[in-house]
């Protein structure tokens, strides 16, 4: 359904691109509303970034200004770019997929990703 990739180790200060792969099954990334999850150890669930159909993103204050999230419809793919990370960053990361609305209820997504580890030492 969808597939998460581009995780990994960085020092606090490093970049990482993750993307999120649609499969020919799901929902066309570009009709879609694409998130973007993270969820840390003993931490609930929260959401990063999102894109709706209509292209307009938004990301997480404590994202802002370091994250962005992008759509490449031609290879049904959503990115997310983190750049000057953090050692609070460290998470797995999940894409996920909704038809209807655009918001981070976790409930109202359809599809999920398996996830992709990122960590960020210190």
């Known amino acids: 359904q969808l597939a998460e990739s581009g995780g990994g180790s960085v020092q606090s200060g490093g970049s990482l691109r993750l993307s999120c792969e649609g499969s020919?099954?799901?929902?066309?990334?570009?009709?879609?509303?694409m998130a973007w999850f993270r969820q840390a150890p003993g931490r609930e669930r929260e959401g990063v970034a999102m894109?709706?159909?209509?292209?307009?993103?938004l990301v997480t204050d404590f994202a802002k200004g370091r994250f962005t999230i992008s759509r490449d419809s031609a290879k049904n793919t959503v990115y997310l770019q983190m750049n000057s990370l953090k050692p609070e960053d460290t998470a797995v990361y999940y894409c996920?997929?909704?038809?209807?609305?655009?918001?981070?209820?976790?409930?109202?997504?359809?599809?999920w990703g398996q996830g992709t580890q990122v960590t960020v030492s210190s």
């Open positions: 996920a997929s909704r038809a209807r609305g655009c918001n981070f209820q976790t409930r109202y997504f359809e599809y």
């Open positions: 894109i709706n159909s209509e292209g307009i993103s």
């Open positions: 020919s099954d799901t929902a066309t990334i570009s009709r879609t509303c």
